[in-house]
């Protein structure tokens, strides 16, 4: 078992949402600043979004910016990525990781690695 695990990729159009969630195990994902990644084939994986461990900072790459919405669920320990009006661009495997305190977290991240969940949008 990981110690993350993603959910709620899948097949969708262009222009439609998805919502992907993040849970732990045997990890509190509340003490943890949790970031989203993606990673297409072929390439390496790359920063989607960030939310601070309280929930209060939101952050966004420049490209899901105003498209995306990123929340959390401490009752629940889960991480969500609301992902709306998808392009072609979010295609790929998409992964939640416990970002380093103090650090950029598009660099520096926990080895946490789960499955994740895969993303195709498909026109």
């Known amino acids: 078992q990981s110690r993350l695990v993603e959910s709620g990729g899948g097949v969708a159009q262009p222009g439609e949402s998805l919502r992907l969630s993040c849970t732990g195990r045997?990890?509190?994902?509340?003490?943890?600043?949790m970031g989203w990644f993606r990673q297409a084939p072929g390439k390496e994986r790359e920063g989607v979004s960030c939310i601070s461990s309280s929930g209060s900072k939101l952050d966004y790459t420049d490209s899901v910016n105003g498209r995306f919405i990123v929340s959390r669920e401490k009752a629940k320990k889960a991480v969500y990525l609301q992902m709306n009006n998808l392009n072609p661009e979010e295609n790929g495997t998409h992964y939640c990781n416990a970002v380093i305190d103090g650090r950029d977290w598009l660099y520096y991240w926990n080895d946490y690695w789960g499955p994740g969940t895969q993303v195709t949008d498909s026109s």
């Open positions: 045997e990890l509190s994902l509340s003490y943890y600043a």
